[in-house]
């Protein structure tokens, strides 16, 4: 008898376990869906919202480190933990008022919690994170892709300007024609941003016919746009 308890305990406990895991998982690929185009798990470094590193225990609109939190959000008097995190993650605007984050929330409870048991194991501290288990490449993630390492086609070596059209050249040999409106200048002065004097092109079109080109620095962007027809 003694035997068939500690057995039944056993695969409780395993039971246990591999439902936790399960929840991990999903809240895993929860992240990926809803979460990383605009937030990375490693320290500081913030992208269109902050670093979920560290994150429990820490007080909202305080990582030093971003500088784009809203009045509100500085204002607010949360502490991120399983029960603020539920509440934010279910209707960020109904938390916080006015805050800036544009997510309209998650209405599933179920698929909450599993977004929170992956957040709490993830973004323990001490914990290095590469992107949720490699997610190293999305525009969240892949808007931020290393702009060091670039490939003959993303490597800019002209851009004019005519009328309403810009044309890129890149080091392949290749030329690009973009409506004004469909091409954007952008900057990333990180360690994983381009080098100076080497701007990057990324395409952000479906058709090809929209693309940002990212520069080391705001000093960059004029000096490369000669006028020209």
């Known amino acids: 008898m003694r035997r068939l308890v500690i057995l039944g305990l056993a695969q409780l406990l395993l039971s246990s376990a591999a439902g936790a895991a399960g929840e991990v998982e999903q809240g895993r690929l ?84 599993d977004l929170v048991a992956f957040l709490k194991q993830t973004t323990a501290a001490g914990q290095a994170q590469s992107e949720a288990g490699g997610m190293g490449g999305m525009m969240g993630d892949a808007a931020a ?30 030329k690009m024609d973009y409506w004004e409106r469909n091409l954007r200048f952008k900057t990333d002065t990180s360690d994983i941003g381009p080098v100076k004097g080497t701007p990057a092109i990324i395409g952000a079109g479906m058709a090809g016919d929209r693309a940002s080109v990212i520069f080391s620095a705001p000093d960059e962007i004029s000096a490369w746009i000669k006028q020209t027809c």
């Open 30 to 113: 929860l992240y990926r869906r809803a979460c990383a185009v605009c937030h990375s798990l490693k320290s500081d470094v913030n992208m269109t919202g902050p670093s979920l590193a560290h994150l429990w225990q820490r007080k909202a609109g305080s990582l030093a480190s971003f500088r784009r939190y809203s009045p509100a959000m500085k204002a607010a008097q949360v502490v991120w933990d399983d029960q603020t995190l539920d509440v934010w993650i279910a209707n960020p605007s109904a938390m916080i008022p006015d805050n800036r984050m544009t997510f309209p929330g998650i209405k599933d409870a179920s698929a909450r919690s």
């Open 145 to 174: 892709p290393n702009l060091r390492k670039l490939t003959p086609s993303q490597r800019v070596t002209t851009i004019t300007h005519c009328g309403d059209t810009y044309t890129v050249a890149t080091s392949d040999g290749q």
